[in-house]
C-alpha cells in the first residue's frame, strides 16, 4: 500500500474505533489498569531480523527507523537512569529443518518462516545495535509469540519485585500482543508504549492498540512513559 493509503486506512480505523469507544465505555469496558510502583521494560523481537531490512520478518522500516527505534532510545535511557530492570526479548531456533523428526519450533514452521532464523545466525535475532542491551540488563530466548510462554520471565520478574511492565517491540498482532496477554494474565500491570510498537501490515499496530487498550492493558505515549519513570525515580531521591 502507498503512504496516501495507510493514512487514509489509518484516518477510518480511527473513525470506526471513536465510534467503538462509546460502545465499549457504556459496556464497562476500557478501563485503567495504571502503572505500579516498579515496572520493568519488555522489549520484544527488536532484533535485526526484525527491524533490518531483507528478511521475511523485516517490519515498516518508516516506523521503524523514526519512531520506534528513537522511541526506545528515550525509553531506555529513562530505565538505565532510573536503575530499572530491562530485558530483551528475541525468537530464535535450533533445529530449522522442516523435515526433521525433532524440531524446537514445534508446528509453528507451517504457518510462518521461522525456520529462517536460525540460532546459529547469530546476526540475525541479535538485538539491534542501536538499542543494544548494556551490562546488567537480560536478553530472552523466546520460541513462542508470547515473551511468557515456556519461558523464565514471570519468574525474573517477580523475583525482582516488578509490578509493571511497559512492553514494546514487533509485531503489533502477534508477539506484542500475547506478550500483553499472558502478562496481564500473570497478574502484572500491562502498558502498551504506542510509538515504541510495530508491525509488518498497515493498521495493524492502530487496530491491535486500540483492542488491547479497551481489553488487556493500557496504551501511553513514549513520553508519558518517560515521565512515569521520573517521577519514581524523583519519589526515590525524595524517600532519601
Known amino acids: ?105 514445534g508446528l509453528w514452521h507451517n504457518k510462518i518462516p521461522v525456520d529462517v532464523v536460525d540460532l546459529k545466525n547469530k546476526d540475525l535475532w541479535a538485538i539491534d545495535s542501536r538499542i543494544a542491551p548494556v551490562d546488567g540488563e537480560y536478553t530472552l530466548l523466546k520460541k513462542r509469540a508470547s515473551s511468557f510462554h515456556g519461558t523464565e520471565l514471570a519468574g525474573i520478574l517477580r523475583a525482582n519485585n516488578v509490578d509493571t511492565i511497559l512492553v514494546t517491540g514487533v509485531t503489533a498482532c502477534a508477539c506484542v500482543r500475547q506478550t500483553i496477554c499472558d502478562g496481564i494474565a500473570d497478574g502484572f500491570r500491562t502498558i502498551a508504549v504506542k510509538e515504541a510498537i510495530g508491525d509488518r501490515v498497515p493498521g495493524a499496530v492502530a487496530w491491535n492498540l486500540f483492542d488491547i487498550d479497551a481489553k488487556f492493558g493500557d496504551v501511553h505515549t513514549v513520553d508519558e512513559c518517560v515521565a512515569y519513570i521520573d517521577s519514581l525515580a524523583a519519589q526515590k531521591v525524595a524517600a532519601e
Open 1 to 105: 500500500m502507498s503512504d496516501v493509503d495507510a493514512k487514509e486506512l489509518d484516518r477510518l480505523l480511527q473513525q470506526a474505533f471513536d465510534t467503538a469507544s462509546k460502545l465499549y465505555q457504556q459496556r464497562g469496558f476500557q478501563r485503567r489498569v495504571g502503572f505500579g510502583r516498579r515496572p520493568a521494560l519488555v522489549s520484544v523481537d527488536l532484533a535485526n531480523a526484525w527491524t533490518r531490512p531483507g528478511n521475511p520478518f523485516t517490519c515498516d522500516q518508516e516506523k521503524m527507523d523514526n519512531e520506534i527505534i528513537p522511541g526506545m532510545q528515550k525509553l531506555l535511557k529513562a530505565f538505565r537512569a532510573a536503575q530499572l530492570p530491562v530485558v530483551h526479548v528475541t525468537t530464535a531456533y535450533e533445529i530449522t529443518d522442516r523435515k526433521a523428526d525433532f524440531t524446537d519450533m
